[in-house]
């Protein structure tokens, strides 16, 4: 059983920045792969980033060149980095944590959510 705690959601106004944190506890020598979904209202929970033990990297299009995820394997914890924010990147993100990147959305641990809302 993993635990995952998210920090570091808020309100930005469009251009800015916000970093999100994720803390794992509890199975956490099972986690490889750990990243960032995320739901606005109305739309499915889609993909924004994923990061492996090694550090391998994927991002989804919209997200390229303006997120950039990180991970601390020491301290089991993960980071989104996200510049130029945009009114379409408002939703609730969630962490997830699992295996392998393939287990990640059906099988993968999820956090509770932390609200990002992009507006002037």
């Known amino acids: 059983q993993v635990q995952l705690v998210e920090s570091g959601g808020g309100l930005v106004q469009p251009g800015g920045s916000l970093r999100l944190s994720c803390a794992a506890s509890?199975?956490?020598?099972?986690?490889?792969?750990m990243g960032w979904y995320r739901q606005a209202p109305g739309k499915q929970r889609e993909l924004v980033a994923t990061?492996?033990?090694?550090?391998?990297?994927n991002y989804a299009d919209s997200v390229k060149g303006r997120f950039s995820i990180s991970r601390d394997n020491a301290k089991n914890t993960v980071y989104l980095q996200m510049n130029s924010l945009k009114p379409d990147d408002t939703a609730v993100y969630y962490c997830?944590?699992?295996?392998?990147?393939?287990?990640?959305?059906?099988?993968?641990?999820w956090g509770q959510g932390t609200q990002v809302t992009v507006s002037s």
């Open positions: 990061i492996t033990s090694i550090g391998s990297t």
């Open positions: 997830n944590a699992a295996p392998a990147i393939g287990l990640m959305r059906q099988f993968g641990s």
């Open positions: 509890g199975d956490s020598f099972s986690i490889n792969a």
